[in-house]
């Protein structure tokens, strides 16, 4: 494996991700960054070390070094060329490009903690969360959808913070906890306990992407050791909206569990806090999405947009292209409005996301036209003329 630097000329396509970060999931599967360009399948038994010198990963690492653009890193790409900051581009800002040193192990750790979840949310599917798995069912029952992306795919599982020694943890300046629900998995103090053992603590960031509809008394105490602690709340939608895209939640709730997030810089004021909300923004909410991106801004500050990219038929592009320009200048954020025009619509996309609308409505009694009434205005003649759900 080459241990060049990349040279001023190829800054333009170069990501250090997979020079600096290593996701893990819990069922085994290694990854050089949180969106999971590449995805490899391990033993549980394979060490760090050996994880973190896959070959599938200095693959990808040389790829970077030669001044391609991987195709695998498609998300990156369109976001940019929409003029989004990507997850490229804001690690480069994070870590730099000269990632001298990086063959002594990851910086960054993304751990996807569980499938474990106490939502179901529309932009998400069966392989994160185990709420889904009985409705996944019903689809395959009822309308013989088998193999939807709702059914069971693993079992329950939880990350193995055992499998970590400590001069694996040496070099961490950040781990980042994604889910499921990362706060529905205890086990994980194992692993903060061990960054404190190593004296890393006080050098290291920690991040946690969360549903809101729980609090992190389990972890306070653990938190207070460390440098920053980051919380990014996942808000799609406020009130209706809120449980219908992340069924069954209770808005509420989540206002207060913030709340309670929200005091831990006066009980902790040593730590350096940092709250954020983060939005998912796809074809389902586009045309009503300022609602909630202006709550976020009134409560948090600021909003991360996680622009949804997959499943295929949410993408907000499928929107017709006659349609978006109806809208294109209601939508004040340029990241946003830039998006939503770099591809033509994909009409057969967007009847699968009407089929699959409808099918959830009926399964969870909801009515997407109630929820959001701006988009449902737009797609109504479309809405009107899918009658079939069966596959």
Not at 158 to 168: P, R, T
Not at 174 to 192: M, N, Q, T
């Amino acid at each position: 494996m080459s241990k060049k630097i990349p040279s001023q000329d190829l800054v333009s396509s170069y990501c250090s991700s997979p020079f600096v970060a290593t996701r893990q999931t819990a069922w085994d599967k290694i990854s050089p960054c949180a969106f999971g360009p590449i995805e490899v399948q391990v033993d549980h038994t394979t060490s760090q070390q050996d994880r973190w010198n896959h070959p599938a990963l200095a693959k990808l690492r040389n790829k970077f070094l030669a001044g391609e653009r991987p195709d695998e890193c498609k998300r990156c790409w369109d976001e940019e060329d929409a003029g989004v900051h990507s997850l490229r581009l804001r690690t480069n800002d994070l870590y730099g490009i000269q990632n001298d040193g990086w063959q002594k192990g990851p910086r960054e750790l993304v751990i996807k903690t569980t499938n474990v979840c106490n939502l179901a949310c529309r932009t998400c599917g069966g392989w994160d969360t185990s709420l889904y798995w009985t409705e996944g069912e019903h689809y395959e029952k009822q309308y013989n959808a088998i193999n939807n992306d709702f059914v069971q795919q693993r079992d329950k599982v939880y990350h193995n913070s055992d499998s970590y020694q400590l001069e694996d943890l040496v070099n961490v300046e950040k781990i980042s906890f994604f889910g499921g629900e990362p706060l529905l998995d205890k086990k994980h103090a194992v692993l903060l306990k061990k960054i404190i053992d190593v004296g890393r603590a006080k050098e290291t960031t920690l991040f946690y992407s969360t549903n809101g509809q729980q609090i992190g008394k389990h972890y306070e105490k653990l938190w207070k050791e460390f440098k920053r602690v980051e919380i990014f709340f996942s808000i799609d939608g406020i009130e209706e909206q809120f449980t219908y895209l992340r069924w069954p939640g209770d808005w509420d709730k989540t206002v207060k569990n913030i709340d309670w997030f929200l005091d831990l810089p006066n009980r902790y004021p040593k730590v350096d806090w940092y709250f954020q909300g983060t939005q998912c923004v796809s074809l389902i909410n586009i045309a009503d999405y300022q609602k909630t991106s202006n709550w976020l801004r009134s409560k948090l500050k600021t909003v991360h947009f996680n622009i949804v990219d997959h499943p295929n038929h949410y993408r907000m592009t499928n929107l017709p292209d006659f349609l978006k320009t109806k809208i294109i200048d209601t939508i004040e954020d340029e990241d946003i409005r830039n998006y939503l025009t770099i591809e033509t619509a994909n009409l057969d996309e967007l009847q699968r996301m009407i089929v699959w609308t409808k099918r959830q409505d009926i399964f969870r009694n909801q009515d997407y036209s109630k929820a959001f009434p701006k988009t449902y205005e737009l797609l109504e003649p479309y809405w009107r003329m899918v009658n079939k759900l069966h596959d």
